[in-house]
C-alpha cells in the first residue's frame, strides 16, 4: 500500500504492482464550509492506476485528516463529484446562500446548497450519474425536509462511491 505517496520512486520500483493498492487524499479541505466555491479536479487514478498498481483508493470528499464535529455550522455545504472530460473526476461544490452563524437555520442552509446540487444534476445528468444519494436529496428539496448533517454527509460518500462504481464498471 502506498498511502499519500510516501514513498520513493526507487523503494516503490522494487514492490509488485499486483501488490500495491495506490491510496492518496485527493480533497482540498478549506477552513469553513463558506470557503468552498465552484468546482476543482479530484482525480483520474481510476483511469490509469492498473499500469502502476492492483487498485486505488481515495478518501472520498472527507479528506484523510479527521476532524471532531463541532457546532452549529455558518454555512453548510454539499461537496458532489462529477464525470468530466472523458472520465476525469471532478468536484462541485454547493454552498448554502445564507453563510452567517446566525442567519437562518441549519436546515435551511441545507436546503439551499440541496437546491443548488439538485438543479446541476437536473442540468448534467450524464455527468453526475444517479444513484440512491442523488435521488435522496431530490426527495428532500421537494418535500422541503432536512435528514440532518450527518445523513448529508453520508449521502456525499455514498455519491462518490457510487459514481466511480459507475465510471469503473462503464455505467457511466
Known sequence: MNLQERMSAAHRALLPRDKVVDIH????????????????????????FRNVALGFGDYTILGAAFEAGGGQPSAVAIHA???????????????????????????????QAAGKLIQRVREAPRAFGNDEALQAYANDVAE???????KNK???????????????????
Open 81 to 111: 463529484t462529477y464525470k468530466e472530460r472523458g472520465a476525469e473526476v471532478w468536484v462541485e461544490h454547493f454552498v448554502s446562500d445564507d453563510i452567517e452563524r446566525d442567519v437562518g437555520t441549519v436546515g435551511e442552509k441545507f436546503l
Open 144 to 150: 422541503q425536509h432536512f435528514p440532518g448533517l450527518p
Open 25 to 48: 487524499d485527493e480533497f482540498q479541505r478549506k477552513a469553513r464550509n463558506s470557503d468552498y466555491e465552484g468546482i476543482e479536479f479530484f482525480t483520474d487514478r481510476h483511469l490509469n
Open 154 to 172: 453520508e449521502r456525499q460518500i455514498y455519491h462518490h462511491l457510487a459514481l466511480m462504481h459507475q465510471l469503473l464498471t462503464g455505467a457511466l
